[in-house]
């Protein structure tokens, strides 16, 4: 397979997306360091290699995204590089939404929480990946895992933090792209839609999210966490996205275009 062989790094926080892409990944012979939260992606690392015939390269990085240095990051990604030898991908999964609640109830430590995990976090891991890709002179992609909520259609409440943030790094992606790619180093995001396991249709009531769902998208279901995102993030992987760079691809079925305000139906 094309990416047979690639060294990916995936940071996670254990959730079902970001371990069943890692599945995809290691199913078509990527070799994988997964960062995050040791004890979690070791179970996961165990469990994915378990579900896998034939041999499987996986190796986890401990990494407490809540860190306020960025030596701490450094650090991290200078570890995972060295498990690999060199990066050609680096998927940014790992992500902290919250409970909904209005913005204006919101606590000043859950905001730093938000703002650390999904945009400094973010923006320390592309920053050292990127000077490795640029150091070991054979470019790489990245790829930034974001959600609706952080683009200009797709809005429900509750997120008005966590949506800044994402947008934020729908913006990292492109003004990296802009800077970076005489490296032959490509950055790309990915606007997934909600799953039914998503904080929204949870507070809403799953019952009637599933109900209402054929209201909200023109394929009438939530995000397949196994089935939906794995294939976008291989392709960005893979040498055929080689001329694809500072993009930002939704993978929501219509789901922002058919209700870009969730309120109106939910």
């Known amino acids: 397979m094309e990416n047979s062989g690639k060294k990916v790094l995936l940071t996670s926080n254990g959730d079902q997306i970001s371990i069943n892409i890692a599945r995809h990944l290691a199913q078509r012979g990527c070799r ?3 960062m995050g939260n040791e004890g979690q992606l070791m179970i996961a690392a165990e469990r994915i290699k378990g579900s896998l015939d034939g041999a499987v390269s996986i190796d986890v ?3 407490d995204m809540e860190q306020d240095s960025e030596g701490v990051f450094h650090d991290a990604v200078d570890k995972a590089r060295m498990l690999l030898g060199s990066f050609d991908a680096f998927v940014s999964c790992y992500s902290y939404e919250g409970k909904m609640q209005d913005p204006l109830s919101l606590a000043e430590d859950e905001f730093k929480k938000i703002v650390k995990i999904n945009l400094m976090a973010t923006w320390y891991i592309v920053k050292a990946v990127g000077k490795a890709m640029r150091d070991q002179k054979s470019g790489g992609s990245i790829i930034l895992l974001t959600s609706i909520i952080g683009a200009e259609r797709g809005l429900y409440p509750g997120s008005a933090v966590y949506g800044s943030c ?5 913006q990292l992606a492109r003004t990296t792209a802009m800077e970076i790619g005489k490296y032959q180093i490509r950055v790309n995001a990915i606007a997934r839609g909600l799953h039914i396991e998503d904080e929204f249709p949870v507070w809403v009531g799953k019952e009637r999210a599933e109900k209402l769902v054929s209201e909200a998208n023109p394929l009438q279901r939530w995000l397949d966490v196994d089935k939906d995102l794995a294939s976008t993030v291989i392709y960005l992987i ?6 694809m760079t500072g ?3 939704f993978v929501d079925g219509a789901q922002s275009l058919v209700r870009p305000r969730m309120r109106s139906y939910m």
């Open 166 to 170: 994402l947008a934020g790094v729908q």
């Open 247 to 249: 993009t930002t691809i």
């Open 238 to 243: 893979s040498d055929g996205s080689r001329y």
């Open 61 to 63: 990085v401990p990494l």
């Open 32 to 34: 994988l360091v997964l």
